[in-house]
Nanobody, 124 residues
Framework: QVQLVESGGGLVQVGGSLRLSCAAS????????MGWFRQAPGKEREFVAA????????SYADSVKGRFTISRDNPKNTVYLQMNSLKSEDTAVYYC?????????????????WGQGTQVTVSS
């Protein structure tokens, strides 16, 4: 079992930056690919970014490429999402997720563990 706790969300103006963190506990952090997803009001949960166990491979949704950066610190059992040049459409609850499948996934069902989410609100 893995427990995931997100932090770092908040209110920011358009063009601003935030860094989300997700702290993991339970099983060895390096056993899991990690991902970030988000869900805006009235919309389905969508993929944002993912990173492999070692951190050597990453994947991004087209909507955040060039603006968001995912990274991980395995000794600290933490994955990060640096979000720059934020837009109003980035407003959502952001969830981190851990998956034990071989490849980095971009779909929700490829992840086994989920955090509770952290709210990000971008105001204009």
């Amino acid at each position: 079992q893995v427990q995931l706790v997100e932090s770092g969300g908040g209110l920011v103006q358009v063009g601003g930056s935030l860094r989300l963190s997700c702290a993991a506990s339970g099983r060895p952090f390096s056993d899991y690919n990690m991902g970030w997803f988000r869900q805006a009001p009235g919309k389905e949960r969508e993929f944002v970014a993912a990173i492999s166990r070692s951190g050597g491979s990453t994947s991004y949704a087209d909507s955040v490429k060039g603006r968001f950066t995912i990274s991980r610190d395995n000794p600290k059992n933490t994955v990060y999402l640096q979000m720059n040049s934020l837009k109003s459409e980035d407003t959502a609850v952001y969830y981190c997720a851990g998956g034990s499948r071989l490849r980095v996934g971009v779909l929700s069902h490829q992840y086994d563990y989920w955090g509770q989410g952290t709210q990000v609100t971008v105001s204009s």
